[in-house]
């Protein structure tokens, strides 16, 4: 669920400047390190399923105080997290496993959560407080089909073994930029790829889905078969099932190689940066290249940087050169760091995860407005401006806004590719998705991110619709708890979810029984 702008930018503020945030340990806080505060506050129904759990998979069933149930805790991305206490945690080995335990969890009413890979923020997104767990790990099988055109993936798995595993066949896939994130979370969210302006994004590149619905059947949705269900998990979450294999397309990619440069510039107030990003928007057409444009805070050094991350689907042959496409950024005086390099996409999306790590608070935010560069550089400054008096009271806090494009490109493959849910495909001119990320090291400083960063969300949608440049949209795998983005699909979209959720849900199971994440 993170967006690879954040860990560039940490990793940045790391490397050059000594950034607090990575003097406490190379990897947050161990949470194995941590004892327990306190036993889990139980809801009632749940000990009854995880005790019958326990009788019908033994081992497969962990409880609070087993060496197994804290090292699954440590797995989850952010504190908050990590630091919720579920009654128990079921490590399915099978989609017939998952259904007995939604079955179960129906049969005690018992509140659940399904994890993938744990990168959700906030508590509660994939990790439930007293009541059970679902986490999917242990189904990780990766098989290409005998076509090679698409592969098979267990929800269990996270995008470096994914990369991985096609590599050696000079495969890939459309998925995620950051190597611990889960298949599960990112691909039902939306999924912004490396190579989403040749295909889509990941939503609109998976074959068919494997679901677990409400009565505990197993079905197989596709364009052709359950077809409304099909369109309905392309972007909305975990609303309608538990889904336990994405059949994914895959792409012919030499050797899983591609090239990525990095600029950082020193200040917060960067105008030139920021009309290069709107250029690139605007005038961008090489469909291999993506990019985003990042501000983030130093706390040591009382300083802003600028980091502009470029990324190029293909390798370059000219080592020390770069794509035509980034020519306006490099062209921009005065860097204080410059690296340019072709690397496997698994190196790429493992320097992005050993730069985020585990064990600290987090915290995500986004709005999504149409491209104008007034309007870009106006939020900016109110970041920075709403980050001053708080910058120094937060613990640790490293904040970043980071400025992306959906390209018309990515918003036509989405119309021709059976259609998702996100709203996006009759667009015809870029938007500008921006997100707010924080990570920081105690709860103390939690309310104070939240408020700053909720007044920039008020302000800045504010001024876009003064200008006349708001838009609906809000990208589910950025946003806060605070948000609603499956609002942000459209009145019509919403009411398909909706009626699509009554037909193979209608008692409502994973709207009131899982309670995490985005709700219809």
């Known amino acids: 669920m993170n967006f690879s702008a954040t860990l560039k930018v940490v990793a940045f503020a790391g490397l050059c400047f000594g950034s607090d945030a990575f003097q406490q340990s190379p990897l947050g806080i161990d949470v194995n390190e941590l004892e327990l505060q306190s036993q889990p506050r139980l809801i009632t129904g749940c000990s009854s399923a995880c005790s019958n759990l326990r009788e019908n998979f033994g081992s497969q069933v962990t409880f609070f105080n087993e060496r197994l149930y804290k090292n699954e805790l440590s797995r989850f991305w952010s504190l908050q997290q990590s630091q919720?206490?579920?009654?128990?945690?079921?490590?399915?080995?099978?989609?017939?496993?998952?259904?007995?335990?939604?079955?179960?969890?129906?049969?005690?009413?018992?509140?659940?959560?399904?994890k993938s890979g744990g990168h959700a923020a906030f508590s509660g997104a994939s990790n439930l407080e007293g009541g059970l767990t679902i986490d999917l790990v242990a189904m990780n099988d990766i098989t290409v089909n005998r076509d090679r055109a698409t592969v098979s993936v267990g929800p269990g798995n996270r995008w470096g073994d994914v990369y991985r595993q096609l590599e050696n066949q000079n495969l890939t896939v459309v998925g995620g930029r950051i190597a611990d994130v889960g298949v599960?979370?990112?691909?039902?969210?939306?999924?912004?790829?490396?190579?989403?302006?040749?295909?889509?994004?990941?939503?609109?590149?998976?074959?068919?889905?494997?679901?677990?619905?409400?009565?505990?059947d197993i079905i197989k949705a596709t364009p052709t078969s359950h077809k409304a269900l099909y369109q309905a998990l392309r972007g909305g979450g975990n609303n309608f099932g538990i889904v336990t294999n994405f059949e994914l397309n895959t792409y012919p990619h030499d050797r899983g190689l591609m090239w990525?440069?990095?600029?950082?510039?020193?200040?917060?107030?960067?105008?030139?940066?920021?009309?290069?990003?709107?250029?690139?928007?605007?005038?961008?057409r090489d469909p291999s290249a993506t990019m985003l444009f990042s501000i983030v805070y130093l706390q040591?050094?009382?300083?802003?940087?600028?980091?502009?991350?470029?990324?190029?689907?293909?390798?370059?042959?000219?080592?020390?050169?770069?794509?035509?496409?980034?020519?306006?950024?490099?062209?921009?005086?005065?860097?204080i760091q410059e690296t340019k390099s072709t690397k496997t996409i698994v190196n790429v999306i493992k320097d992005h995860s050993v730069s985020n790590p585990n064990g600290l608070r987090q915290s995500y935010w986004t709005?999504?407005?149409?491209?104008?560069?007034?309007?870009?550089?106006?939020?900016s400054d109110l970041w920075a401006q709403l980050l001053d008096p708080i910058k120094q009271?937060?613990?640790?806090?490293?904040?970043?806004?980071?400025?992306?494009?959906?390209?018309?490109?990515?918003?036509?493959?989405?119309?021709?590719?059976?259609?998702?849910?996100?709203?996006?495909?009759?667009?015809?001119?870029?938007?500008?998705?921006?997100?707010?990320?924080?990570?920081?090291?105690?709860?103390?400083?939690?309310?104070?991110?939240?408020?700053?960063?909720?007044?920039?969300?008020?302000?800045?949608?504010?001024?876009?619709?003064?200008?006349?440049?708001?838009?609906?949209?809000?990208?589910?795998?950025?946003?806060?708890?605070?948000?609603?983005?499956?609002?942000?699909?459209?009145?019509?979209?919403?009411a398909k979810l909706q009626n699509v959720a009554k037909e193979y849900d209608p008692d409502g199971v994973f709207q009131v029984l899982q309670p995490g994440y985005f709700k219809l």
């Not at 806060?480 to 499956?486: G, N, V």
Request: proline fraction near 4%; aromatic fraction near 10%; charged fraction near 20%.
């Open 300 to 335: 040591k050094q009382d300083n802003f940087i600028c980091v502009s991350e470029l990324d190029y689907a293909e390798p370059i042959a000219d080592g020390g050169g770069h794509p035509a496409v980034f020519n306006a950024f490099f062209e921009i005086e005065g860097p």
């Open 84 to 114: 919720t206490l579920p009654a128990c945690i079921f490590l399915p080995e099978s989609s017939h496993d998952v259904a007995s335990a939604v079955l179960l969890a129906r049969r005690s009413n018992c509140p659940f959560a399904v």
């Open 367 to 379: 709005s999504t407005f149409r491209l104008d560069l007034r309007l870009a550089q106006e939020i």
């Open 393 to 494: 009271k937060v613990a640790g806090i490293v904040p970043v806004l980071t400025f992306q494009i959906i390209t018309t490109t990515m918003m036509e493959h989405m119309g021709d590719k059976d259609g998702n849910a996100l709203g996006l495909e009759h667009e015809k001119e870029p938007l500008m998705l921006v997100a707010l990320s924080a990570m920081w090291k105690d709860a103390a400083g939690d309310d104070i991110l939240f408020e700053a960063y909720s007044k920039w969300l008020v302000a800045s949608n504010l001024r876009a619709q003064e200008l006349g440049l708001d838009h609906r949209y809000i990208y589910m795998n950025y946003a806060s708890q605070f948000q609603d983005p499956i609002r942000g699909y459209g009145e019509a979209n919403v």
């Open 184 to 216: 599960g979370g990112l691909t039902l969210g939306g999924g912004i790829s490396f190579f989403s302006n040749m295909h889509g994004w990941a939503c609109d590149n998976v074959a068919s889905y494997e679901v677990i619905t409400a009565s505990g």
């Open 260 to 284: 990525i440069g990095k600029i950082v510039h020193a200040g917060a107030h960067n105008a030139s940066l920021i009309e290069a990003f709107v250029n690139f928007g605007e005038r961008g």
